[in-house]
């Protein structure tokens, strides 16, 4: 069974940190990219930043560059989002995101609330 678990949201305060985890089971972790997206109240889900299978590539959006880190343990099955300098417009649900295998599969988690506000 496939399963995408997010962990570490919560409330900060601006300008604060969190690290965002999302654990992976059920498929080969090794072989997909990994992203995070997140989905503001009544805005569309926006791509965040994406990590090749071997953590060789990483890109961002332009909102988040310089403030975020995606990174990756295929030892552990585990992708990390490294936020910093939180402001409020990065409130939203986080989603961790698997793309690729042979079938080149899709997979989501449930998400993860985050929260920017004094």
């Known amino acids: 069974q496939v399963q995408l678990v997010e962990s570490g949201g919560g409330l900060v305060q601006p300008g604060g940190s969190l690290r965002l985890s999302c654990a992976a089971s059920g498929f080969t972790f090794g072989y997909y990219a990994m992203r995070w997206y997140r989905q503001a109240p009544g805005k569309e889900r926006e791509l965040v930043a994406t990590?090749?299978?071997?953590?060789?590539?990483?890109t961002y959006a332009d909102p988040v560059k310089g403030r975020f880190t995606i990174s990756r343990d295929n030892a552990k099955n585990l992708v990390y989002l490294q936020m910093n300098s939180l402001k409020p417009e990065d409130t939203a649900v986080y989603y961790c995101?698997?793309?690729?295998?042979?079938?080149?599969?899709?997979?989501w988690g449930q998400g993860t609330q985050v929260t920017v506000s004094s």
């Open positions: 995101n698997a793309v690729g295998g042979f079938g080149n599969n899709n997979y």
């Open positions: 990590i090749t299978t071997t953590g060789g590539s990483r």
